[in-house]
């Protein structure tokens, strides 16, 4: 280094970055400073300077490609006449200088010079050195010992840590960086959350176990150990959710081995449901129905001999509260419980578990336990042998006997049952402590002879039925048919309801005629025409026709399905008249094609670019019922659309929203091309009721818009190296005019013949005259050809474009130096020495506000001076030797312009004797 002045020196180390562009490094953050150290010399002082940085550590690792930067940091300290400080060079052999060193202005630019350094560097380290240690608890620490391999150190620690946030505190007497490198085993002490469960009737017990992972930042290598049951069958593992490859564990015996990342993980696995079956016995007797007041006893079989772990045995009470338990041990594969005594009469849940932290058995059953009865008929006006006028009432009262409390049974109105026709032919009402009342009304039913079974079914009861008899005969016989007034046919000996009926269909009639049998064509009239269908609890009944004993009513197939077979059951009764029945028959038929339409409102024709997603919607409609059809889900039906003579040419799923049916439908996805017609097919199909129905949209497909991509430069010719660039795209469509907020992709190479020496990518959008413009601030050293590629992509209306274009690049500048010296045959010792020297370039001329690099050698004195001076207006730097020092006898002058991001450098060498002193005399 050559310095004159009085400064305060230090040098500092920096890690590098990548410059904006990618193409140099550049100093980023200072990471030491040396000591300071002032040094004044009131003339030039040349020579080697060192600085201490008391061991600091530099990571290669830490810095981008292993590289650092020593930067001279000097303030001026006091007053001196013309100081300076430069970093002294030598030139490689071949003369000149192609190092790599930086010079700030603004921002850091490259330099080709190489500066004397001299870098003592120990490339290892020892543990020992910096007394490093490791705590291994909050009290204690253990030293970190090298071994065999230098700047390597290990300790082992065996302490427990039981937290997942571990602090590792190293302590070491200097400053220095490591990495550290851990082989840690995680124990965790407690079991995993393991779940059991099953369903009452399965044979198999799933097992799911779950634990949270989390690793510490930078581990490899890691798996998780799950120590599993030998008859656990993995069925399958998961990770936050997602299922696992089998290849990403393995099992071992009892031992499961998960290659394991942060997460929350689940093992489902199967087991046997330990607990076979059970069976109830009442006093040594196997048993289904257990009465009030037995003891119930519990025999279990199982699939395990003998266990440690008992089998607990719950029994429930409606309220699902516990009223017994008992636990026994398993013995030859069954396990038998004491007996417990029935009380109180209901349903139960009997429940068996057993579990021995690892298998687990379980079932589970209802019972019901019931009271004792039987149905007392108290009395009846039914006499026997005499027959029963129809029209008379039946009146039976009957005692509901609890036979176990002997006591009557209340409030049971609703389970009573009779086995006639319908509900509505009698009646029951209670008048108190277990008595009722049976009303049966016998103008419902025909001349016969009657057994009747009277049944009471009820929760905690026994079921009891009573039989009673009787006949009915009335006074004139009659006669009940059905006509095909109203289309219906008999058919094979019965009679049809014809056509037949949809479901949900109230469109049919039958009529029927109710006539004297003792005289031919009178009607009888009053008369009260029952209906009983079979698939509902309704009764209809019969509207007079006419006064000839024609009735007729409506039919209404709700809560028939297509297919289904309906019986109508239509009784004629009327006082004095033999009451008289007959049967009419039905099925449904799906509702046809004909009857079923579609709504597209707004989507009959559709018209779209092959590039776009289009929507269709529609409404499927019950044109037979005059309402939507909605399907619950895709089982019960569904619409589909298709195109035909593409790849959506199969059924595609359409979406239901509220009442109408949408898809929309991406053109591209199934190589819809422009200037084509299609149909869009919409089909609705259902799995009952409904005949299948398609319509077709008429689908145009318009084709993309053609559109224009042109590239150009900056109208500067004069492109270089270092110099920025704009480059201007234009997108419009074929006719000229401009597409605007359309997104461009730029994409630039930079090129040194075959070498690519950097890649630019982007995006940009176009502006209101389609026009989108990247600036290339300056241009990569070396770069001799940019080649730009800008492409559009297609959107739904528009086709993809791209283009192209190669732009040469000119290297720098040249630049040159030439030497102006006056009276270059009188360089004497102890006269002043002017140096000019003229900087130009054959493109630009003169060069002014430039700095040149004056580097003078006084020979045989070992001196030399260093000074940069500014260019003129004229390109002109001169420097000013006051006066040359004694005992020069050469002088090497080197000028250097080291040039800029647009400009080559340049330099010049020259030597000139000097001349001694003028010799004078004294005479």
């Known amino acids: 280094m050559n310095y004159r002045g009085k400064y305060d020196f230090f040098v500092s180390i920096y890690n590098a970055k990548l410059n904006q562009s990618g193409s140099n490094l550049i100093p980023d953050k200072a990471l030491y ?166 369903y009452y009737n399965s044979r198999i017990v799933n097992i799911n176990i779950t634990m949270y992972s989390v690793n510490f930042i930078g581990i490899y290598n890691t798996l998780i150990n799950f120590t599993l049951h030998k008859t656990w069958n993995i069925s399958s593992v998961y990770i936050n959710g997602s299922l696992i490859s089998i290849s990403d564990y393995i099992r071992y015996d009892d031992v499961l081995i998960i290659n394991a990342t942060d997460g929350n993980y689940s093992i489902h696995c199967i087991d046997n449901n330990y607990i076979k079956s059970f069976d109830k016995y009442v006093e040594g007797n196997k048993r289904e129905k257990i009465f009030y007041n037995e003891n119930l006893t519990i025999n279990s079989t199982l699939l395990i001999n003998n266990s440690q772990s008992d089998i607990n045995l719950t029994i429930f009470n409606s309220s699902n509260y516990k009223i017994y338990q008992d636990l026994k041990s398993s013995s030859n594969y069954h396990a038998i419980f004491n007996p417990f005594n029935m009380t109180r009469a209901g349903e139960y849940i009997i429940l068996l578990t057993w579990f021995n932290g690892t298998m687990m058995g379980f079932n589970i059953t209802n019972i019901e336990v019931v009271y004792h009865t039987k149905l007392i008929n108290i009395s009846d006006n039914i006499v026997p042998l ?53 009303t049966i009304f016998t103008n419902q039913l025909i001349s016969d002879n009657y057994t009747v079974q009277i049944s009471v079914k009820k929760l905690g009861f026994q079921s009891s039925t009573k039989l009673i008899y009787f006949s009915i005969k009335s006074s004139f016989e009659a006669l009940l048919n059905i006509t095909s007034y109203y289309g219906n046919a008999y058919i094979n000996g019965k009679w049809w309801i014809k056509p037949n009926p949809y479901f949900d269909d109230q469109t049919h009639k039958v009529e029927i005629y109710y006539r004297n049998a003792s005289v031919a064509s009178e009607g009888i009239y009053p008369a009260i025409i029952y209906a009983y269908p079979n698939w509902t609890d309704d009764v209809w009944y019969g509207n007079q026709f006419d006064l000839e004993g024609r009735y007729d009513m409506s039919i209404n197939t709700y809560g028939l399905n297509e297919g289904d077979r309906g019986e109508i059951l239509i009784i004629a009764t009327s006082n004095n008249f033999e009451t008289k029945e007959i049967k009419i028959y039905l099925e449904i038929n799906q509702i046809p094609e004909n009857l079923l339409s579609f709504d597209v409102s707004g989507f009959e024709e559709i018209t779209a670019y092959e590039g776009e997603t289009i929507q269709i919607a529609a409404n499927f409609v019950d044109d037979f019922h005059d309402y939507n059809i909605i399907f619950n889900n895709e089982d019960e039906g569904n619409l589909t659309w298709s195109i035909p003579g593409t790849t959506a040419s199969s059924p595609h799923l359409m979406q239901k929203l509220i009442q109408t049916y949408n898809a929309y439908i991406s053109l591209p996805d199934y190589q819809i091309e422009g200037g084509m017609v299609y149909n869009i097919t919409i089909t609705g199909k259902s799995a009952i009721n409904y005949a299948t129905k398609s319509i077709n949209i008429t689908l145009h497909i318009l084709e993309k818009e053609i559109s224009v991509l042109e590239i150009i ?211």
């Open 713 to 923: 430069n900056s109208t500067d010719s004069d492109i270089r190296i270092g110099k920025s660039l704009k480059i201007i795209s234009r997108l419009t469509y074929l006719n000229g005019t401009s597409l605007s907020n359309q997104v461009l992709n730029f994409n630039l190479s930079f090129y040194d013949n075959q070498e690519i020496l950097g890649h630019i990518k982007t995006n940009l959008l176009t502006n209101s005259t389609g026009h989108a413009i990247y600036i290339i601030n300056e241009i990569l050293e070396r770069t001799k050809t940019i080649v730009v590629n800008v492409s559009y992509m297609d959107n739904q209306k528009i086709a993809s474009i791209s283009s192209s274009l190669e732009i040469p690049v000119l290297d720098k500048y040249n630049s040159s130096i030439n030497l102006l010296i006056n009276k270059i045959e009188d360089i004497r010792i102890g006269k002043p020495f002017l140096i000019s020297a003229n900087l130009n370039s054959s493109d630009l001329g003169l060069i002014p506000d430039v700095a040149l690099t004056f580097n003078i050698t006084f020979y045989n004195r070992n001196e030399s001076l260093i000074k940069s001076e500014i260019t003129n207006q004229s390109g002109i730097a001169t420097l000013k030797i006051d006066k040359i020092p004694e005992n020069t006898i050469r002088l090497e002058i080197k000028i250097k312009y080291r040039g800029n991001k647009t400009i080559n450098s340049c330099n010049l060498s020259a030597y000139f004797n000097v001349l001694a002193k003028y010799t004078a005399s004294l005479e």
């Open 33 to 198: 400073s040396s000591d300071i150290y002032n040094y004044n010399s009131p003339k030039n002082d040349t020579g080697w300077f060192s600085y201490n940085f008391n061991n600091a550590i530099i990571n290669k690792s830490k810095t981008e490609q292993g590289v650092f930067f020593v930067i001279i940091n000097a303030s001026l300290s006091g007053t001196q006449f013309d100081p300076f400080i430069e970093w002294g060079y030598v030139e490689d052999i071949s003369n000149g200088d192609n190092g790599d060193a930086l010079y700030y202005e603004s921002v850091w630019e490259l330099n080709s010079i190489d500066l004397g350094l001299k870098v003592d560097i120990s490339a290892f380290l020892y543990p020992e050195n910096y007394n490093m240690t490791i705590n291994d608890s909050m009290e204690t620490s253990l030293k970190v010992i090298n071994g065999m391999n230098p700047g390597v150190g290990k300790v082992i620690l065996s302490k427990f840590i039981p937290s997942r946030n571990i602090t590792i505190k190293i302590i070491a007497s200097s400053n220095i960086s490591f990495y550290l490198n851990t082989n840690t085993q995680l124990l965790n002490k407690t079991y995993a959350k393991t779940q059991f469960y099953s």
């Open 386 to 438: 005499i027959s029963i006028e129809p029209g008379n009432k039946i009146r039976v009262n009957i005692y509901y006997n609890n036979t176990d409390l002997n006591t009557g049974i209340t409030n049971s109105t609703e389970y009573f049952n009779l086995n006639l026709t319908s509900s509505d032919q009698y009646n029951i009402s209670e008048y108190g402590n277990g008595y009722y009342n049976i």
